[in-house]
């Protein structure tokens, strides 16, 4: 089973802040099969990134993700008040396709 | 429009079974397959399996082999999950999500709250 790490646990940063979010994996992720998703109180998760790097439909161009084998990192490189969530990392190369723990984006 | 709408919320008391279902519309059913995940409160997502409504196959996170069932009615467009011997820490909620060709897991149910308790 491959374990997804991430980093930091909880980011506290300011609106129009650069945001650097961290998966590791403990093992090399298939093809890069790995996403990132956004989750607000309440809500069930949304995909923001998958293929380690392509944005999803509609999701604007201030998320990118970049990585492969096991080190891969989502960025918001201007942040918005509603940016401001749990963010999750997966990999769906091998089953079973395991998440991250999570990383807590909260406003400063 | 693509919608996964999941049954409501349950009350199970331990050592029952629960049967979540979450139909989908709007795209062809066979073409995605279907994940489980749940989120116990307060926690991250633990994911639990995954079926391909074309054939039927499922490949189960080993925590739950044994209590575990994802079946599909390609009739109806639905997916279901089943998770037998059921004990508090199984209090979560449950996602549907679907996915194909690798572009991640884009469209998930609005989420079904089991809760055991005595």
């Known amino acids: 089973e491959i374990v997804l790490t991430q980093s930091p646990g909880t980011l506290s940063l300011s609106p129009g802040e650069r945001a650097t979010l961290s998966c590791r994996a403990s093992q090399s992720v298939s093809s890069s099969y790995l996403a990132w998703y956004q989750q607000k109180p309440g809500q069930a998760p949304s995909l923001l990134i998958y293929g380690a790097s392509s944005r999803a439909t509609g999701i604007p161009d201030r998320f990118s993700g970049s990585g492969s084998g096991t080190d891969f990192t989502l960025t918001i490189s201007r942040l918005e008040p509603e940016d401001f969530a749990v963010y999750y990392c997966q990999q769906y190369g091998s089953s079973p396709y395991t998440f991250g723990q999570g990383t807590k984006l909260e406003i400063k | 429009q693509v919608q996964l709408v999941q049954s409501g919320a349950e009350v199970k008391k331990p050592g029952a079974s629960v049967k979540v279902s979450c139909k989908a519309s709007?795209?062809?059913?066979?073409?995605?397959?279907m994940q489980w995940v749940r989120q116990a409160p307060g926690q991250g997502l633990e994911w639990m399996g995954i079926i391909n409504p074309s054939g039927g196959g499922t490949s189960y996170a080993q925590k739950f082999q044994g209590r575990v069932t994802m079946t599909r009615d390609t009739s109806t467009s639905t997916v279901y999950m089943e998770l037998s011997s059921l004990r508090s820490e199984d209090t979560a909620v449950y996602y549907c999500?679907?996915?194909?060709?690798?572009?991640?897991?884009?469209?998930w149910g609005q989420g079904t709250l089991v809760t055991v308790s005595s």
């Open positions: 709007g795209y062809t059913f066979i073409s995605y397959y």
């Open positions: 999500a679907r996915e194909k060709a690798a572009r991640g897991f884009d469209y």
